[in-house]
């Protein structure tokens, strides 16, 4: 079992930069697949950013690369989402995810894929 809790959001003009965090309790945390995914209202939670257990592999949407840059402290049980050159899109509620589970070949962008999830965490970018 794993709790996550988000935190780092708020409001910030288009071009700022924020910095998300997601603590995570529980043991095994270093052996998760760790996620951040985005939902705008009235739009469906889409992915941002995804990393790999050992932190060798990172993920990306298109929208955000080289723009946000996903890391993780696994002695800290916390994972991060830098967010640079921020734009009024970007405006979301973010939540962060863990998985369990192995899937061959995934880079991991589906909810259906994580089984834990964070509250989310309010970004407002003005423009």
């Known amino acids: 079992q794993v709790q996550l809790v988000e935190s780092g959001g708020g409001l910030v003009q288009a071009g700022g930069s924020l910095r998300l965090s997601c603590a995570a309790s529980g043991r095994t945390f270093s052996s998760y697949v760790m996620g951040w995914f985005r939902q705008a209202p009235g739009k469906e939670r889409e992915f941002v950013a995804a990393?790999?257990?050992?932190?060798?592999?990172?993920t990306y949407a298109d929208s955000v690369k080289g723009r946000f840059s996903i890391s993780r402290d696994n002695a800290k049980n916390t994972l991060y989402l830098q967010m640079n050159n921020l734009k009024p899109e970007d405006t979301a509620v973010y939540y962060c995810a863990g998985s369990s589970e192995y899937y061959s070949g995934s880079t991991y962008p589906w909810p259906s894929e994580y089984d834990y999830w964070g509250q989310g965490t309010q970004v407002t970018v003005s423009s």
């Open positions: 990393i790999s257990w050992p932190g060798r592999s990172r």
